[in-house]
């Protein structure tokens, strides 16, 4: 039984855009070149309905929920009412979000659709609306919600058109607050790193991403990708891109060379979210991607099959990575991008807060919505295990889909690396958080790459990543989560 969760910074982005529509044009939305950035204040069948022929006289009664003449709303409202049917309840919900003026018109309808009061406001009635995945939208929804992005920002159609194919529910697809695509999170491709001897912009303290692979080691500081939430980059000879959502709190490392294509794909941020999670899209194709899950959702890609290989990456702080590895690069300031890089100088309230700024359902569990977990997948399995495991740093013998794992983390820097566990238990070799003790009474040494024992032994680093709580359980949700006795 999932939960009402609070949604943090929803009234400010309502405030934001109603304010668009009062001063706008005769459909009262805003023209592109005023939305600059976002306000900082799982996988389901398709729906199907929409991609049928469009039925125009329901996508004109959707786009007149918009306008600000009075008498053509209420037409529409009362055409809608009148038709009894409840496949309009998802353009109402939408309506909901951008007209606060007439939101109780939006309600008196959504009620007699319904027969259920959600509240008063519009994250109320999406969490009704995914928790209500029988509600089929009416054909034509694809071509209506394409037309209402593409006044905040043409670039919305290159990802949401009549006939789109997707596997989610496009009535959850919702806009991120900013320009679609690189206009409004410019993905960082390819950009320059500088020596940490050069890196005095960093604190001590300051958590970064950290990937080392073949000798090629690097690290992402957090209050630059905050920032642009992606990059692309050649590591140690592999391509990949750093998916990164804000929103849910996770990293992930994926691969970007796919079989059959010669050149790697180069994904940046659409602007549109799915349950508090970001879409992420490929150059190539324009298709939607799940960030959580590595699969497309939405595009031409939907139901290729096509799932993203991750890799090892970890969160710690500059002074841990920098010292753990002298070597490494880092990210220059010098991004191409003008942008406020100082600490906290983005999403601290979001960050600071237990509550999320756009609306997703949160299971119900031993975690409190944004709990941080560290997630791991193999083939036909899936876990999480609580952040506060690793509090002042500990090592975790686990097993995951009928494979041995151990991971070893400090909770204080949001730090967790997973390694094959080899049939051992091991445990801190007398308090040095770089050598540990297995069961067998062997010495094995930590490295970014593998634990290695004696003569050779390698148990090798395996992927994983931190998460909010609410995030694991929205796209892992069969995922079981580690007890703590």
Same mark, same amino acid.
């Given at each position: 039984m999932a939960r009402r969760i609070g949604v943090f910074s929803v009234l400010a982005v309502l405030i934001l855009v109603i304010s668009w529509f009062v001063i706008g044009g005769d459909k009262g939305l805003p023209e592109p070149d005023t939305v600059a950035q976002r306000d900082q204040s799982t996988d389901i069948s398709p729906t199907?309905?929409?991609?049928?022929?469009?039925?125009?006289?329901? !996508?004109? =009664?959707?786009?007149? +929920?918009?306008?600000?003449?009075?008498?053509?709303?209420? %037409?529409?409202?009362?055409? &809608?009412?009148?038709?009894?049917?409840?496949?309009?309840?998802?353009?109402?919900?939408?309506?909901?979000?951008?007209?606060?003026?007439?939101?109780?018109?939006?309600?008196?309808?959504l009620k007699d659709l319904t027969g259920d009061d959600a509240g008063t406001d519009w994250p109320a009635w999406m969490l009704w609306q995914e928790?209500?995945?029988?509600?089929?939208?009416?054909?034509?929804?694809?071509?209506?919600?394409?037309?209402?992005?593409?006044?905040?920002?043409?670039?919305?159609?290159?990802?949401?058109?009549?006939? !789109?194919? =997707?596997?989610?529910? +496009?009535?959850?697809?919702?806009?991120?607050?900013?320009? %679609?695509?690189?206009?409004? &999170?410019?993905?960082?491709?390819?950009?320059?790193?500088?020596?940490?001897?050069?890196?005095?912009?960093?604190?001590?303290?300051?958590?970064?991403?950290?990937?080392?692979?073949?000798?090629?080691?690097?690290?992402?500081?957090?209050r630059l990708m905050n920032w642009h939430e992606m990059f692309n980059d050649t590591i140690g000879g592999v391509d990949l891109a750093l998916a990164y959502c804000t929103l849910c709190g996770s990293g992930i490392l994926y691969e970007?060379?796919?079989?059959?294509?010669?050149?790697?794909m180069i994904f940046g941020s659409s602007g549109l979210l799915y349950r508090s999670n970001k879409l992420m899209y490929d150059y190539a194709t324009n298709s939607l991607w799940n960030q959580f899950t590595g699969r497309p959702v939405v595009g031409e890609l939907t139901g290729s099959g096509i799932e993203l290989k991750t890799r090892p990456v970890l969160i710690t702080s500059w002074a841990a990575w920098s010292e753990k590895h002298p070597e490494t690069t880092v990210l220059s300031l010098e991004t191409g991008h003008t942008r406020d890089y100082s600490p906290g100088a983005i999403y601290a309230d979001y960050f600071d807060s237990p509550d999320l700024m756009f609306p997703a359902q949160v299971k119900d569990g031993p975690q409190e919505a944004k709990d941080f977990v560290f997630g791991m997948t193999v083939p036909g399995a899936e876990k999480a295990w609580p952040l506060t495991l690793f509090e002042g740093g500990a090592v975790v013998n686990d097993t995951v889909g009928g494979h041995d794992v151990v991971l070893i983390g400090d909770a204080a820097t949001r730090t967790v690396r997973a390694y094959e566990g080899g049939d051992l238990d091991f445990e801190f070799f007398e308090g040095n958080d770089e050598l540990l003790a297995a069961d067998?009474?062997?010495?094995?040494?930590?490295?970014?790459?593998?634990?290695?024992?004696?003569?050779?032994?390698?148990?090798?680093?395996?992927?994983?990543?931190?998460?909010?709580?609410?995030?694991?359980?929205?796209?892992?949700?069969?995922a079981p989560v580690f007890e703590v006795e």
């Open positions: 199907g309905a929409e991609l049928g022929q469009p039925d125009e006289a329901l !996508v004109e =009664h959707g786009r007149n +929920l918009f306008t600000n003449d009075f008498a053509t709303r209420n %037409a529409a409202l009362e055409a &809608i009412r009148a038709r009894g049917n409840i496949d309009m309840v998802p353009a109402l919900v939408m309506a909901m979000r951008y007209r606060e003026d007439a939101r109780y018109e939006y309600i008196s309808v928790s209500h995945p029988d509600v089929m939208p009416f054909a034509g929804f694809d071509l209506f919600k394409s037309d209402i992005l593409a006044t905040v920002d043409p670039g919305y159609r290159d990802f949401i058109y009549q006939g !789109v194919a =997707h596997n989610i529910r +496009l009535e959850e697809a919702v806009w991120g607050g900013v320009r %679609a695509g690189s206009n409004g &999170i410019p993905p960082l491709n390819f950009s320059a790193q500088i020596s940490a001897d050069e890196a005095t912009y960093l604190n001590d303290d300051d958590l970064v991403f950290g990937i080392s692979i073949d000798g090629d080691t690097r690290a992402y500081p957090l970007t060379k796919l079989d059959g294509r010669a050149e790697p067998n009474g062997s010495q094995w040494t930590l490295t970014e790459d593998q634990l290695t024992g004696p003569d050779g032994q390698a148990l090798i680093r395996q992927p994983g990543h931190i998460a909010y709580w609410f995030a694991w359980t929205s796209f892992r949700s069969q």
